[in-house]
């Protein structure tokens, strides 16, 4: 169930674009707080708690119908195709950051998606299986 | 949930018995255990069954219960494998089958080195565990009932005909309906032994039999499992396994006695009935929840 922080709300902290233009290593830092931020609010993480960034995202109570959900905020939010087992398979935030932070910078994936933001109204999105490129386990 | 279980014992110390519990060919047990639902503190659970893999991720986790969740699912698997293989819960040989889209080595749960060859499935989540077993490949999947926000925001990832099915429902309907369809498309991914790697809009686990509906992956039968007010759950297995028409409950005194494997083959109480006989029609086909 959602947490008290609706995850769907938070900002990151610059846009996509701008993220792009930070080098890698200062753009997986920024996305990795973005990432704990959105965290708590999923994983109703108790209070006076945080996510830790190097802690298992599982052992933190992490599961599909969660990664799920989250795939379509950090979709809607970077603007980047995030395929659900991109968080299944990285164990902890700082992972997942830095693959998140590489896929930001591959214009193939991020300009089918040009989508406006946060308007994850019922059946006006076109499918997912008319989007080009390889099926999204053979990437990550 | 997707669970993992990787670790190895090095060689089985005593010889296996035989086998308290037998699975008809062809045929399929579901297991279900309800509970824990507190953390009271220190508990005698048999640990010492568990593998270094399970031991390291119990000692992971960040929330007690979970920790108790994750223990007492996986001591279940390992008590009902012992019933069905001989094979004591401490010395059965856990690990994972290559992944059938990448072979990575997070594929689909095995045993080995058992004397019945048999195919297990556990998925356990907020206090309900459900175990499929088979001689033949099984999926199951429980999961809470999702929010009406997962609902919305999962929505994208499925299929076009399912997207179009739960958009048609009233809005008080969908969490329902999206639980109980993403339990089937889980418990098929798991027994096709891709799990979520597979592009969740692939496949069509849809409810829709009328004409011109999607076929739903040929060759297996995946349906909703009832029966669990709070959750839901699905197993899908190869459409030629006989479908159970129930679902056993665990009792929670074979997690503790030494005498598990009796109490186990003895189990006289039945969960539900309604999963009907299998035809070959009805995949996908929910069965109440």
Partial sequence: MAGSTAPDTLQLPLPPAALRGKAVDERARLISGYLCRVLTGALDVPPAHRVSAERSLRAQGLNSLTALRLTRTLRLALRVDVPVDLLLTHDTVTELATALAARLEEPTRTALLEEPPRTALLGKEPSRTARPGPSPHLLG | ?289
Avoid at chain 2, 14 to 30: F, N, S, Y
């Fill in chain 2, 1 to 289: 949930m997707t669970e993992a279980s990787t670790g190895t014992l090095i060689g089985a110390r005593t010889a296996p018995r035989p086998p308290a519990a037998a699975v008809e060919k062809g045929g399929l047990h579901l297991w279900a255990l309800h509970g824990p639902d507190r953390d009271d503190g220190p508990t005698t659970l048999p640990t010492a069954e568990l593998d270094e893999d399970e031991l390291t991720r119990a000692a992971a986790f960040v929330r007690p219960l979970d920790r108790l969740r994750y223990v007492t699912a996986h001591i279940a698997l390992r008590r009902l494998l012992a019933a069905y293989t001989g094979v004591a819960p401490g010395e059965l040989l856990l690990s994972r089958a290559p992944c059938s889209s990448c072979g990575g080595p997070h594929g689909r749960p095995v045993i080995t080195g058992s004397p019945v060859p048999l195919n297990f499935s556990l998925s356990h989540s907020h206090g309900l565990a459900i175990i499929g077993i088979s001689a033949a490949t099984v999926g199951v999947d429980v999961e809470r009932l999702p929010s009406p926000e997962t609902t919305q925001m999962s929505l994208p990832a499925l299929h076009p005909r399912e997207q179009a099915e739960l958009g048609r429902l009233p809005p008080h309907e969908r969490p329902a309906a999206f639980g109980r369809l993403w339990t089937r498309k889980e418990a098929y991914l798991k027994g096709i032994g891709t799990g979520l790697t597979r592009d969740l809009g692939a496949d069509y686990l849809g409810e829709d039999r009328g004409p011109g509906a999607p076929e739903g992956p040929p060759g297996w039968t995946v349906r909703n499992v009832p029966g669990h007010p709070g959750h839901v759950a699905a197993v899908a297995v190869p459409s030629h396994t006989e479908q159970c028409g129930t679902t056993r409950r665990l009792p929670l005194k074979s997690l503790y006695a030494e005498d598990a494997d009796e109490l186990i083959a003895t189990v006289k109480e039945r969960l539900c009935t309604s999963l009907p006989a299998a035809d070959g029609t009805a995949l996908g086909a929910a069965s109440g929840v």
